[in-house]
């Protein structure tokens, strides 16, 4: 029985246990309807961020309201004291300020927008001037930049035809057409900065100039180029110009005649009535071409060289005319002595006796008076082929013009006028002789005659009989210097 009652639960202990299960079930449900209700109060509370944003919002607000009241007390003052504008009689009729600032700052904005406007506007057109100025500037500087070209090439082609000497080659700078583009300008143009042409001071400004592309030239480059053109301008040019100035100055001469009578022929037309020929024009169309040159300039430094030849050709005409005028007469006179000497040594002692440049063949049809100095009357008639045109004025006169050597014996103590026949003659100046004493005192010693007198040569002839007869008509004793 005790055993049989022991698996059971007692009446009381399972009351207690269902009291408890029926308390715990309250507690449940009070704690879920309170957990409910905190829920659903919890739902339906407002947001307290919100709030507290709220709340520093409006005290960020009225802070800022109050700042804006200390900032207009103060700009109220400020502009009080400094703007008239703002100026007014009370407190009352003070406009806003912030509105009155604001208006304020308008007016200069829209003053700085006018300004920025004309400044773009004004700009705009100096910029486009600029532009256009700039576009002329540039077309002036290519046009100048295209003559250049043009002129070089120019100077290039003749520095072809001229330098070269044509297909043949010459003497100048280069001997082959291909080798002239070495020669040829090169360069660029470059903006550099203006200087004043007489002070050397900046003017700040700029200015095209034009650069050299070729790399600087070695001295013996330098003298390679100056060496031809000096001697063009010093020999070549000068030698051409003494050719080419009579001839020029000639032809210059003909010319102004022509003008001159086809001028008058002209005058002559108008004053008589008579048909107009313009015989000037047709001289200048048919005279006007003709220079006279004979030898051309081969360059400009030959040219400028040419001046002072030209200047002094007529002096080197005159010169070569004297000098072949000069020539022919020794010829002449060379040819007419071998005519009448047979004797060599004798026709060159004959021949030097006179001066060079003074020798000259005559011819007389009544012959010629002159003296002679010898020491008697058969000296002086019967021998001797020289005569002296000139008076002396003494014996030492004589024997110092005439030359006469202190060898021969002859002391001159008497003067003669003798006449030759007619028939040629050689007239020459007395040459200086010099020489030493053969006897007398000075036996040894040098003499030196410095001649001077215009002398007569005319050669003795053979007589039938083998005498030789000197060439005086007749002799005539005179006296010196009177």
């Known amino acids: 029985m005790l055993g049989m009652t022991s698996s059971r639960t007692p009446a009381p202990m399972l009351a207690r246990r269902t009291a408890g299960r029926r308390h715990l079930v309250k507690v449940n449900a009070f704690g879920n309807a309170l957990g409910s209700s905190l829920a659903d109060a919890m739902q339906s509370a407002p947001d307290q961020s919100e709030a507290e944003t709220a709340r520093l919002n409006r005290y960020e607000g009225a802070a800022l309201e109050q700042e804006a009241?200390?900032?207009?007390?103060?700009?109220?003052?400020?502009?009080?004291?400094?703007?008239?504008?703002?100026?007014?009689?009370?407190?009352?009729?003070?406009?806003?300020?912030t509105g009155a600032e604001s208006s304020r700052l308008n007016r200069y904005e829209g003053k700085a927008r006018?300004?920025?406007?004309?400044?773009?506007?004004?700009?705009?057109?100096?910029?486009?001037?600029?532009?256009?100025?700039?576009?002329?500037?540039?077309?002036?500087?290519?046009?100048?930049?295209?003559?250049?070209?043009?002129?070089?090439?120019?100077?290039?082609?003749?520095?072809?035809?001229?330098?070269?000497?044509?297909?043949?080659?010459?003497?100048?700078?280069?001997?082959?057409?291909?080798?002239?583009?070495?020669?040829?300008?090169?360069?660029?143009?470059?903006?550099?900065?203006?200087?004043?042409?007489?002070?050397?001071?900046?003017?700040?400004?700029?200015?095209?100039?034009?650069?050299?592309?070729?790399?600087a030239m070695s001295y013996g480059d330098q003298m390679g180029r100056a060496i031809p053109a000096a001697v063009d301008l010093t020999v070549f040019g000068p030698l051409k110009g003494l050719?080419?100035?009579?001839?020029?100055?000639?032809?210059?001469?003909?010319?102004?005649?022509?003008?001159?009578?086809?001028?008058?022929?002209?005058?002559?037309?108008?004053?008589?009535?008579?048909n107009s020929h313009n015989y000037l024009d047709q001289a200048i169309a048919r005279w006007d071409s003709p220079s006279g040159r004979v030898l051309d300039y081969s360059n400009g430094f030959e040219?400028?060289?040419?001046?002072?030849?030209?200047?002094?050709?007529?002096a080197?005409?005159?010169?070569?005319?004297?000098?072949?005028?000069?020539?022919?007469?020794?010829?002449?006179v060379s040819f007419w002595?071998?005519?009448?000497?047979?004797?060599?040594?004798?026709?060159?002692?004959?021949?030097?006796?006179?001066a060079d440049g003074t020798r000259r063949l005559g011819y007389s049809f009544d012959g010629l008076f002159g003296?002679?100095?010898?020491?008697?009357e058969t000296a002086a008639f019967r021998r001797g082929e020289f005569m002296s045109l000139e008076r002396p004025s003494n014996p030492a006169d004589a024997i110092e013009r005439n030359a006469l050597s202190p060898n021969w014996g002859n002391e001159a103590t008497d003067l003669y006028q003798v006449k030759t026949g007619s028939g040629f003659y050689f007239k020459g100046q007395v040459a200086p002789q010099s020489g030493v004493y053969e006897t007398g005192p000075l036996k040894g010693t040098e003499f030196y005659l410095g001649g001077g007198s215009t002398q007569i040569f005319k050669p003795t002839t053979e007589l039938p009989s083998g005498e030789l007869s000197a060439p005086w008509v007749n002799s005539v004793k005179v006296r010196y210097g009177g």
Do not use: C
């Not at 003909?254 to 005058?267: E, F, I, M, N, S």
């Not at 040219?303 to 007529?314: D, H, L, V, Y």
């Open 69 to 97: 009241a200390s900032n207009r007390t103060s700009l109220n003052a400020f502009n009080r004291e400094k703007d008239a504008y703002y100026n007014a009689p009370s407190f009352e009729s003070w406009p806003d300020q």
């Open 114 to 215: 006018a300004m920025e406007n004309f400044n773009t506007t004004t700009a705009k057109l100096w910029a486009e001037q600029d532009a256009k100025t700039a576009r002329k500037a540039l077309a002036e500087q290519h046009a100048s930049a295209d003559a250049f070209r043009r002129e070089q090439e120019a100077a290039r082609q003749q520095a072809a035809s001229v330098w070269t000497g044509g297909a043949g080659g010459g003497r100048g700078f280069v001997n082959s057409p291909a080798n002239v583009n070495a020669y040829a300008p090169r360069g660029h143009y470059e903006t550099a900065d203006s200087y004043d042409a007489f002070s050397g001071v900046p003017t700040g400004g700029t200015e095209r100039v034009w650069v050299s592309d070729w790399p």
């Open 243 to 274: 050719v080419n100035g009579t001839p020029e100055m000639a032809a210059a001469a003909v010319k102004g005649w022509a003008y001159t009578g086809a001028a008058l022929r002209d005058g002559f037309d108008a004053v008589t009535g008579g």
């Open 303 to 314: 040219r400028m060289g040419g001046f002072a030849g030209e200047m002094a050709s007529p």
């Open 316 to 332: 080197l005409y005159a010169k070569v005319t004297s000098m072949t005028y000069v020539a022919a007469q020794d010829q002449a």
């Open 337 to 354: 002595l071998h005519t009448q000497i047979d004797d060599i040594e004798k026709i060159n002692a004959v021949y030097t006796s006179a």
């Open 371 to 376: 003296y002679r100095s010898a020491n008697n």
